[in-house]
């Protein structure tokens, strides 16, 4: 097992809610909030996402840093300060990863109108990073 199978395994979860997610972009705001089982849909596809995305974040970390997040915000500081990712993507995960601790803290105080911002807008954030890593392997991973 190499420092990477931990990461691919989240990419593949990452694959899966990412595609549901862009699938559900499709609800409208007013479907959202009337459709209790919709709702459950995209809460979950964007918890699965960020959490993936968080997940992948400290495995990099572990593997190229001496720094310990003491948050999941800061694991994306760690990976901008190691020169791995850049400074907004940086932020916007950063952003994202607060999004989580809400969803998964106050999930029943939950505005659907900031959940329904995030579902039409942040899905590139973490396509860009998912790309940027699976760069990332394939570099580490083919010879030189």
Not at 24 to 31: F, G, N, P, R, V
Not at 98 to 111: A, E, T
Request: aromatic letters at 6%.
């Amino acid at each position: 097992m190499t420092q990477y199978d931990g990461i691919t395994s989240h990419l593949r979860e990452l694959d899966e809610a990412a595609e549901d997610w862009k699938r559900y972009q499709s609800i409208s705001l007013a479907d959202l909030k009337a459709d209790r089982d919709k709702q459950h849909m995209v809460l979950h596809a964007l918890l699965v996402s960020i959490q993936a995305s968080i997940d992948i974040a400290n495995h990099l970390v572990a593997a190229h840093s001496a720094r310990r997040p003491e948050t999941y915000r800061e694991s994306f500081a760690i990976l901008c300060g190691e020169g791995l990712i850049q400074e907004d993507l940086a932020d916007q995960l950063s952003d994202l990863a607060g999004f989580r601790n809400v969803l998964v803290h106050v999930y029943w105080r939950l505005n659907l109108d900031e959940v329904y911002g995030v579902l039409q807008e942040d899905l590139p954030t973490v396509n860009r990073f998912r790309d940027l890593v699976r760069a990332m392997l394939r570099n580490r991973l083919s010879p030189e």
